[in-house]
């Protein structure tokens, strides 16, 4: 009988860990044991200990490999864990070529540590293509991309810096935590590592801290496989049980989250106090076109800009439904202020030499009614309005 081939959106409830072959259990067990008995002197059984393998993080690795289409997926205590972890494929006298709106714990690892192990970078443009060119070194044998870009929301070519990597025989790393597989496969496209901070949409509740990775070449699963027990910063099973739980939703929050996102992103763009939307759902947005040919679409995260920091102050200060936090990707509605949180790791000239000012702020989107949201920033921008009136008119007398 042919295999049926379900979407995603059944896949996420009707993969192979939908239940327990032991017991029927339609949830994962979670497995605590550190160690398995092994009942044979010369032959020991699959399982033998648990940082190099463990059930129910198997089972998570599974749903994921099968999510991206990949051959092979691996869990980690954090989404810096699996970056780090797949990092170590790279070796003294290594060059990687970068996008330079990284993630800020992905830029301190790579600006602060990765040099002192002889790994070298240069960070570029991602989207100027004759940039990534000009930057590739005869030592060249990574290209790290993150798309949509952390916070400005710059959308890469997927499939033209695969064919570049493959040219000069570099793997390709893609940090794929804001749009998923849900929205986004990057193996697909030619990726050869798919990395993951499960800590957002995946498990999608801000209640868990985890990463993932993905391949899909067997050599490389091989190689990132023995680094990850080697390493050793694997995910602990009750973590890895929240996340495959907060997987099995993944695609009705995050269409509903992508949805609200566009209606906030229009309703900003048309707003007079508001300078500027990062959004890659908006027509306006440069890369537009390659967003909607690469992937399913543009996700729940936005970045926009208020006049200046002053402004930003009055606006947070007023606002009442999202949260003010570090972290995306969850249920509720997250504003981060990229200079002081994520990108704290990036000296001020840094961030402003990539455009990300400290009028800057980064909305991830959540489950509230978009209407309730449109409303609420509505009421925080009028404080705005009404401030910068004040210090009008004080300027005038
Ligand atoms: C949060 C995040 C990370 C880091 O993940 P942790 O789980 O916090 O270690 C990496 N990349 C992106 C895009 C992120 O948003």
Redesign the pocket.
Known sequence: MARVEYSFQTKLLHNQHKVDPTTGAVSVPIQHASTFHQSDFDQFGKYDYGRSLNPTREALEDVIAELEDGLKGFAFS????A?STAFLLLSAGDHIVITEDV?G??FRLVTQVLPRLGIDHTFVDMTDLAEVKQAIQPNTKAIYM?TPS?PLMKVTDIRAICELAKEIDAITYL?N??LTPALQKPLALGVDVVLH????FLSGHSDV???LAVVKDEELAKRLGFLQNGFGAILGVQDAWLVLRGIKTLHVRLEQSQKSALKLAEFLDAHPLVEKVYYPGLVSHPQYQIQKDQAGGPGAVLSFELADEDALRTFLANVNIPVFAV??GAVESILSYPAKM?HAAMPQAEREKRGIKNSLIRLSVGLENADDLIKDFSQALEFVCEKQLVLQQGELQ
């Open positions: 954090s989404g810096m864990a970056i993630y714990g992905t993150e952390n940090d935590t804001f901070s499960a800590t957002k801290v985890a990463g972290s995306l994520s």
